[in-house]
């Protein structure tokens, strides 16, 4: 068995890995073909795609309507014996549809922001969802999958 087949991730664990309140770094394809890369958090959409919010005048918009595609990584680890990650080369879909942002905005309070400051409550629903009118949706259909963990390496083949 190769190396490369050892540190892959089964479907469980990238989902696994997926599941945890990671940053997702994005790359997209600027106008002068150089990526674009920037640090988002990332949930799940109501049809249970990754996807992320921004703001949609913001750079990674004006490159996803040009050219809707993008290469997403998600990692984590310091030292080489403990790096694990799952790359994500995917087509886009933008929304505005309000529906999806606000249960994306809800999705990444919950995600990001409840374990510090306690549960999503209907008092705060008002102001995430005020939060996503300058915001679009970008929903992110995988085509390919790529991942790793290191720690595997310490586990004879």
């Known amino acids: 068995m190769s190396q490369r087949d050892r540190i892959r991730m089964t479907d469980e664990e990238i989902d696994a890995f997926l ?5 997702m770094n994005v790359a997209t394809i600027g106008s002068d073909d150089r ?7 990332y949930s799940t959409a109501p049809d249970g ?3 992320f919010t921004t703001y949609r005048s913001s750079q990674k918009i004006v490159n996803l309507r040009r050219r809707p595609v993008l290469t997403a990584m ?3 680890g310091e030292r080489y ?6 790359q994500l080369k995917c087509d886009v879909e933008l929304s505005d549809d309000p529906t999806v942002l606000n249960a994306l905005g809800e999705a990444s309070y919950t995600r990001y922001h409840a374990p510090i400051s306690g549960p999503l409550t209907d ?4 102001f995430i969802h005020a939060g996503m009118a300058k915001r679009i949706a970008v929903l992110l259909d995988v085509v390919e999958v790529a991942s790793w ?3 595997k390496l310490a586990v004879p083949a």
């Open 49 to 51: 795609r990754l996807a």
């Open 149 to 151: 963990d290191h720690a």
């Open 74 to 76: 998600i990692e984590d």
């Open 19 to 23: 599941d945890a309140p990671r940053v």
């Open 123 to 126: 008092d705060m629903r008002p």
């Open 35 to 41: 990526p674009h890369l920037v640090a988002m958090w």
């Open 81 to 86: 014996e403990e790096l694990r990650g799952v």
